[in-house]
T-cell receptor
């Protein structure tokens, strides 16, 4: 298995532009998580899905953020409009229902909003 | 709210020495703990886990100790190597069954630096 795949690896955009981050979870995993990592706040859970259904989006910072999971093999995190304070590394992770062995993380997308 | 935290942001050790990274948690209901390693430019990588019904678990060169009395978790790395340089996170899960429906809560991380 190729693991959790995220794209793009790096994204530089101007303030006000729309940004879409993509994630392909590990096949067979039924949970998908979006995390944001910054030096100040560490790893923050933004939203997670179970069987493609959003379960908890309380970590989504503002209405500018939205996430979808149209099928078991694909999820997107969208920021519209983007702001400089959104600059961070965004990680996608997936796991099995059993919950053990934690989550498998992707390599992340480093977002820079200028 | 409940949180997982780390005592030290940076730990510097000599190559070949043993490293001990500490973590304090405050939620006594947590029953599953995980240590992650994050290298520069990569996502967190699972190292070792332990369930609350255990006090100790060993892996290859790593040992995790759990003291539920004082809510303390530690990661011991034997004979540290340059490749061990990374940020180490502890994480807790209230209910591992169910895919972590409560979500993993991560500490801030400890940066382990290996001196040659």
């Amino acid at each position: 298995d190729a693991g959790v795949i995220q794209s793009p690896r790096h994204e530089v955009t101007e303030m006000g532009q729309e940004v879409t981050l993509r994630c392909k979870p590990i096949s067979g995993h039924d949970y998908l998580f979006w995390y944001r990592q910054t030096m100040m706040r560490g790893l923050e859970l933004l939203i997670y899905f179970n069987n493609n259904v959003p379960i908890d989006d309380s970590g989504m910072p503002e209405d500018r953020f939205s996430a979808k999971m149209p099928n078991a093999s694909f999820s997107t995190l969208k920021i519209q409009p983007s702001e400089p304070r959104d600059s961070a590394v965004y990680f996608c992770a997936s796991s099995l229902s059993s919950g053990f062995y934690g989550y498998t993380f992707g390599s992340g997308t480093r977002l820079t909003v200028v | 709210g409940e949180s997982v935290g780390l005592h030290l942001p940076t730990l510097s050790v000599q190559e070949g020495d043993n490293s001990i990274i500490n973590c304090a948690y405050s939620n006594s209901a947590s029953d599953y703990f995980i240590w992650y390693k994050q290298e520069s430019g990569k996502g967190p990588q699972f190292i070792i886990d332990i369930r609350s019904n255990m006090d100790k678990r060993q892996g290859q060169r790593v040992t995790v100790l759990l003291n539920k009395t004082v809510k303390h978790l530690s990661l011991q790395i034997a004979a540290t190597q340059p490749g061990d340089s990374a940020v180490y996170f502890c994480a807790e899960n209230l209910t591992p069954s169910g895919g972590g429906a409560d979500g993993l809560t991560f500490g801030k991380g400890t940066h382990l630096i290996i001196q040659p």
